[in-house]
């Protein structure tokens, strides 16, 4: 009886355990590649640098999940024209707050071949967080949240240092709306501004 409870838990539990060290796998060769993306974005002289990053997220990042988050509560009385609009400022704004963060580790100054993977952590919902440490001069913890999306990785956020991309930009873009008065169309405006001033800075 014994040796049948062992067969049975070992046909469920190996097809479990290899498709675990799939994921995992996927999730490592994922990340890799994406600092190695980060580099090449943030190399010296790279006129084209907010262009390629824009493409980045577009294709690697769950957008509209992000946009979703981000946006709040402020959704449910959002007219599907003004989540449109939301969604498309949204990656130029965020990557004109986050890039010098990001620009800080994956610059040829601090060069990404310093970011080692030390962990994969798998979550509810076949969604798994790569940790990372660099350990140049400032020694920080890089996390990627990862979900599958139609058999392919997207990233939901990335943590540095603690501070969560999506949290930290919820809390802003809140505090956006509420100095528009909850005034929607007003704070798309000013996130039309924002964004296009930050992609100036950073270009």
Do not use: W
Request: aromatic share 10%.
């Amino acid at each position: 009886m014994r040796s049948i409870l062992f067969a049975l838990a070992l046909l469920f539990c190996t097809p479990f355990a290899a498709f675990a060290n799939t994921q995992e796998t996927a999730a490592k060769d994922f990340v890799l590649e994406l600092f190695e993306r980060f580099r090449e974005i943030y190399a010296p002289n790279n006129p084209d640098a907010e262009q390629q990053l824009l493409r980045y997220y577009d294709d690697n990042f769950d957008h509209q999940r992000i946009a979703r988050f981000i946006f709040g509560s402020y959704i449910r009385r959002a007219s599907q024209q003004q989540f449109e609009r939301f969604s498309e400022l949204l990656p130029k704004f965020v990557f004109g707050q986050i890039s010098p963060q990001i620009e800080k580790y994956f610059s040829a100054e601090n060069s990404a071949t310093s970011i080692k993977i030390t962990a994969v952590r798998p979550l509810k919902k076949q969604h798994v967080i790569v940790h990372t440490r660099y350990t140049g001069p400032q020694e920080t913890e890089i996390r990627v949240r990862l979900r599958p999306n139609a058999d392919v990785l997207k990233i939901l956020d990335v943590q540095i240092a603690g501070i969560s991309m999506l949290l930290a930009q919820r809390d802003l873009i809140g505090s956006m709306i509420k100095q528009n008065n909850g005034d929607l169309n007003a704070f798309l405006d000013q996130l039309k501004d924002e964004a296009e001033t930050s992609g100036k800075a950073n270009a």
